[in-house]
């Protein structure tokens, strides 16, 4: 499967952004997705994750109430909304696929190549 990330940009403190990820696979509702990001200097870390049929969700502490996960699985395309955007929400957000809901990053079987987000204080 190839995933390819958009939607990233440059946004205010407060703003908002819907991230995209649009995964080129037959068999896309049977992946767990899930979104990552990394700042730089510091490791990927876990920001969201939504199973197969988008019925369930998880978020990070420091985004829950915040981001919102959802997926759609006619467009084979997960999302990742989000909302008022802090500073220490830049980062290279990636979005992943593999087949079970999981905050580490070597779960995860496939990865597109990452949008920039960054927010201006």
């Known amino acids: 499967a190839q995933l390819v990330e958009s939607g990233g940009g440059l946004v205010q403190t407060g703003g908002s952004l819907r991230l995209s990820c649009a995964v080129s696979s037959q068999t896309f509702d049977s992946f767990d997705m899930a979104w990552f990001r990394q700042a730089p200097g510091k490791e990927r870390e876990f920001v969201s994750t939504?199973?197969?049929?988008?019925?369930?969700?998880y978020y990070a502490d420091s985004v829950k109430g915040r981001f919102t996960i959802s997926r759609d699985n006619r467009k084979d395309t997960a999302y990742l909304e989000m909302d008022n955007l802090k500073p220490e929400d830049t980062a290279v957000y990636y979005c992943?696929?593999?087949?079970?809901?999981?905050?580490?990053?070597?779960?995860?079987?496939?990865w597109g190549l990452g949008t920039q987000v960054t927010v201006s204080s």
């Open positions: 939504i199973n197969w049929s988008g019925g369930s969700t």
């Open positions: 992943a696929a593999g087949t079970a809901m999981s905050m580490n990053v070597e779960d995860y079987d496939y």
